[in-house]
């Protein structure tokens, strides 16, 4: 099979800070083991794709990382501090620190609806005190420029499309200028016009060095702009590696048949 040409990111600075590090994680809800002992390594720049079957604990392993889920056991660490040692108690400051370090963009963007674009993204940092009302509108619309909605900045949430909304989500998670954003499956809420806008959105930040865990669907998306996948199934991390070696090289039965089934899909 003839290998993509897998477009490059530009290349990071330097990869060697670890900014999330999460080992033995598991969760149950009732008898439903959701997650069994998963584990992720992410470092400055770093992209890292999490793909799986639905149901493989993708999304609750990622919610796990910044505690909007706590795990039963495992140990998290955000930039080399420990906030989540087995089932030990996490503290408030500790919580409201991962939340700032960690922005995560949601399938549903949870925008405010009473609130215009400019306002959804400036609010955050005014409820946060990192910014006087000035400095978070110059912020605020910087930030909507990058995510090329700045024409848009005065509409009202609802007045968004559900692409344009995605985009307002970003603009406000990158608002709170944090270590790595977190995306809980960004573009399946979206039709196919609207992702490729926010998967353009998502690349261009990958390319400019952001941080980023992304849970997706989006297998040509994985392809090109992870560093790195991770391959879940049930519960469990079953492989992980750079896109080329999980697209073209897996070593697990499962990984290779659902790369294969994802190559057949993107045509190759
Ligand atoms: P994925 O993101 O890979 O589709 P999820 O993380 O959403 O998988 O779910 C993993 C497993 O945990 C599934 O069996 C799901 O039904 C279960 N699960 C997730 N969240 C909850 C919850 N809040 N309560 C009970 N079961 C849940």
């Given at each position: 099979m003839e290998t993509l040409a897998v477009e490059r990111r530009i290349p990071a600075v330097a990869k060697t800070e670890s900014i999330i590090k999460a080992e033995g994680v598991s969760l149950s809800f009732g008898n439903v083991t959701a997650l069994d002992n998963v584990g992720i390594d992410v470092s400055q720049s770093e992209v890292v794709t999490i793909v799986g079957p639905s149901g493989a604990g993708k999304s609750t392993f990622l919610r796990c990382l910044n505690l909007l889920t706590k795990p039963d056991t495992g140990r998290i660490a955000i930039e080399g501090k420990?906030?989540?040692?087995?089932?030990g108690t996490v503290n408030k400051r500790d919580l409201r620190e991962v939340r700032r370090k960690l922005g995560m963009v949601f399938q549903r963007f949870h925008l405010f609806p009473h609130l215009t674009a400019l306002e959804n993204v400036t609010l955050a940092m005014l409820d946060a005190r990192i910014a006087t009302r000035d400095e978070a509108v110059e912020i605020a619309t910087g930030l909507l420029d990058r995510v090329g909605l700045l024409k848009r900045a005065l509409a009202p949430a609802p007045r968004l499309s559900g692409g344009e909304q995605q985009r307002v989500a970003i603009a406000r998670a990158l608002a709170m200028k944090p270590r790595a954003l977190l995306f809980d499956e960004?573009?399946?809420?979206?039709?196919p016009e609207a992702s490729r806008e926010v998967l353009s959105v998502m690349k261009e930040l990958a390319q400019q060095g952001t941080t980023m865990v992304v849970v997706t669907h989006e297998m040509k998306f994985a392809l090109n702009v992870s560093d790195r996948i991770l391959f879940m199934e049930a519960g469990r991390a079953i492989e992980s590696g750079s896109a080329e070696d999980m697209f073209y090289r897996a070593k697990s039965p499962r990984a290779k048949e659902f790369f294969a089934q994802a190559l057949n899909h993107l045509g190759n």
């Amino acid at each position: 099979m003839e290998t993509l040409a897998v477009e490059r990111r530009i290349p990071a600075v330097a990869k060697t800070e670890s900014i999330i590090k999460a080992e033995g994680v598991s969760l149950s809800f009732g008898n439903v083991t959701a997650l069994d002992n998963v584990g992720i390594d992410v470092s400055q720049s770093e992209v890292v794709t999490i793909v799986g079957p639905s149901g493989a604990g993708k999304s609750t392993f990622l919610r796990c990382l910044n505690l909007l889920t706590k795990p039963d056991t495992g140990r998290i660490a955000i930039e080399g501090k420990l906030i989540f040692n087995n089932s030990g108690t996490v503290n408030k400051r500790d919580l409201r620190e991962v939340r700032r370090k960690l922005g995560m963009v949601f399938q549903r963007f949870h925008l405010f609806p009473h609130l215009t674009a400019l306002e959804n993204v400036t609010l955050a940092m005014l409820d946060a005190r990192i910014a006087t009302r000035d400095e978070a509108v110059e912020i605020a619309t910087g930030l909507l420029d990058r995510v090329g909605l700045l024409k848009r900045a005065l509409a009202p949430a609802p007045r968004l499309s559900g692409g344009e909304q995605q985009r307002v989500a970003i603009a406000r998670a990158l608002a709170m200028k944090p270590r790595a954003l977190l995306f809980d499956e960004p573009t399946s809420a979206l039709d196919p016009e609207a992702s490729r806008e926010v998967l353009s959105v998502m690349k261009e930040l990958a390319q400019q060095g952001t941080t980023m865990v992304v849970v997706t669907h989006e297998m040509k998306f994985a392809l090109n702009v992870s560093d790195r996948i991770l391959f879940m199934e049930a519960g469990r991390a079953i492989e992980s590696g750079s896109a080329e070696d999980m697209f073209y090289r897996a070593k697990s039965p499962r990984a290779k048949e659902f790369f294969a089934q994802a190559l057949n899909h993107l045509g190759n």
